[in-house]
């Protein structure tokens, strides 16, 4: 699966709301095409492109229902400038064995020298590039660590869905306590959805009730 | 020009090989037509959408001629993960408005912590959002630093194209004097053009011949 294969599946705008779909919650064929408004017949045919290049896989549950969720963490970057049109993904085989499993990350930024002579303008040259390989470890790295963080709130909510929707909660809690309506508006769900999400966290001893609102579980 | 039109524009295969070319050097429509075996209605059309979109930009030379080159930096970064499908595109306005005209770069990176309380995970999270957003922030000023190091070395030849063969060319030299041929191996021209591109850096003076091959000018 390289970068051209990637690009060609995402210039689909329905390939594209079937990824932002799958990554709030699992769903399977019907689902999907009721969400979307896309006939079962292209949703499968979408599905099954996205499945062979290893970017969503099914999982079938106790009803035989099957499940589609996204599988992997990937990363395309795209740089055009008027010397270069350049693509790279990071496409690890497997989460195990990914780079953004490590635990730690050292990066060094300095701005380089400049001159108009070949020998300054092939050094700042080689700087510059070293930088952007390092850039892009540095963000695949990050998005591993989300991830990482995301599948540990899920756990601990023994949440199979939407951790996202859990995550982003938190995050606005973590300016200090605030009542469902304003949390509703920052992370743009209804209020409905965001009070079941409050309650279950709760009931994890993630937040708690403070006054007419919600706070961080101390 | 948002994410989801620049996939779509770049999610087409010939599109992409006229960006490629033209990061190479500026092409008029016939010549895009014969290197790349498209029609030239086709091509018309591919340039036209990446003209509107303000990806590439054309200039009529004394002949007539009408040359199209890419007008400006712009990156793609598409996230995809078990939690997330994102995009961002940075895509400024000018070149002269972008920040990755500053001349300075500091980036401070280091692991958060780790912790299951909702205190530490709304913290991790946090600390690694504003990361993501950083190092976003840095890949692009990188992207201009390059830029504009191939801008110097473009004015330095009063070359009109290819300062990327060039500038490769230059980073091989970096390493020590070295023969046409494995030069030619290792920037992927050539022979032929890569020798044309040593005698006219040559005449510059930013390389000198050494024995039987090539340096940087001391």
Redesign the interface.
Known sequence: MDS?AL???????NR?RI??L??HKPCYVTEISEYLDVSPKAVIDHLRKLEEAG?IESRTDSQRRKYF?????????????????G?KSAYPRSRKLDVTTW?????D?R??EEG????S??????E??R??NE??M??RW??G???D??D??TD?LDATEN??LY?DV??E??DGPAETESISKAVDAPPGMVQEVLAE?AEHD??ERVGDGWA???
């Not at 969720?69 to 049109?85: A, D, K, Q």
């Not at 635990?103 to 990066?107: H, K, M, N």
């Not at 108009?116 to 020998?119: A, H, I, P, T």
């Not at 303008?121 to 080689?126: C, G, N, P, V, Y």
């Open positions: 051209a690009l060609d599946l995402l210039g689909n705008e594209r990824l932002r799958l990554a970017i969720h996204i599988s992997r963490n990937l990363r395309l970057e795209v740089n055009v400038s008027p010397y270069e049109f693509t635990r730690y990350l050292s990066l930024v701005a380089s108009d002579d070949s020998q303008m092939a050094a700042e040259l080689r510059l590039e930088l952007e850039l892009s540095a963000q990050v998005q660590r989300i991830t963080v995301l540990r709130l601990e951790s996202r995550a938190l995050l809690l973590a966290m993630l937040v961080l579980d101390e």
